[in-house]
């Protein structure tokens, strides 16, 4: 069974920083994509950054010069640093990874539980 385990949501003043940890663990064979999302109270959920096994990454448009994500293969982690934060990137932040349980699997979408990061103003 495969799991995903965020860390590294708190409560930050605005301009601060924190850095989430997303690991996996289970039954994996690989993965391709590893990402965060968030979703805001009232609101729809939404990408916040993407990373490829290469490392190619993708970020939203609100968070660009101020996120970095990154990862390490070789602990199946993925990591968001969060810079410069602002009241209106308060939201429950979620992982996600498309990944192979085995070789003749398909790849599949899965979630980790979500970490809370409040920025007050």
């Known amino acids: 069974q495969v799991q995903l385990v965020e860390s590294g949501g708190g409560l930050v003043q605005a301009g601060g920083s924190l850095r989430l940890s997303c690991a996996a663990s289970?039954?994996?064979?690989?993965?391709?994509?590893m990402g965060w999302y968030r979703q805001a109270p009232g609101k729809q959920r939404e990408l916040v950054a993407a990373?490829?096994?290469?490392?190619?990454?993708d970020y939203s448009d609100s968070v660009k010069g101020r996120f970095t994500i990154s990862r390490d293969n070789a602990k199946n982690t993925v990591y968001l640093q969060m810079s410069k934060l602002k009241p209106e990137d308060t939201a429950v932040y979620c992982c996600n990874a498309e990944l192979r349980e085995g070789w003749i699997n398909l790849p599949a979408d899965y979630w980790g539980q979500g970490t809370q990061v409040t920025v007050s103003s």
């Open positions: 289970g039954s994996i064979f690989s993965i391709n994509t």
């Open positions: 990373i490829t096994r290469s490392g190619n990454t």
